[in-house]
């Protein structure tokens, strides 16, 4: 269903036009078909904008471990792959600058910090133990 928020824009459209306003559906199907709409400048109204941002935190944090977990495991990669594409890929490394940028407001800025701060620890302290490093 890619881009998905095209298909999403089409099923809200058709599973809520008997439940809302025509404004409400709008509302509500424009918050779907924008999301990923990350245009400079940004001119959307703020409750697209922070949708958006929600986006981008989601796929963060304790997500973004399970998430890369998996993908290693569906792409056969190694556990060594897995730790060096964290720890030294200069891809990952601009990607999460990339995508940090995308962020509307300080807040979601702030929150990104912290979600990278805690995953940067996460995988350097699994790192440790993986290869036998215990911590007291």
């Given at each position: 269903?890619?881009p ?9 459209r058709?599973f ?5 306003l025509?404004?409400e ?45 998996a ?31 995308k ?27 993986s ?6």
């Amino acid at each position: 269903l890619e881009p998905h928020e095209e298909s999403g824009e089409i099923l809200v459209r058709h599973f809520l036009k008997d439940d809302l306003l025509e404004e409400e559906l709008n509302i509500i199907s424009d918050i779907v078909k924008f999301h990923r709409d990350r245009k400079t400048p940004n001119d959307h109204p703020m409750w697209i904008k922070l949708v958006q941002d929600a986006d981008i935190l989601e796929h963060q944090g304790t997500t973004e471990v399970w998430i890369n977990i998996a993908y290693t495991l569906y792409d056969e990669k190694s556990y060594d792959r897995a730790m060096e594409w964290w720890l030294e890929d200069e891809k990952c490394s601009k990607g999460k600058v990339k995508q940090r940028k995308k962020l509307n407001f300080d807040f979601s800025k702030k929150v990104w910090d912290e979600k990278l701060e805690y995953v940067d620890s996460f995988i350097k302290r699994l790192k440790e133990e993986s290869e036998g490093n215990v911590f007291i």
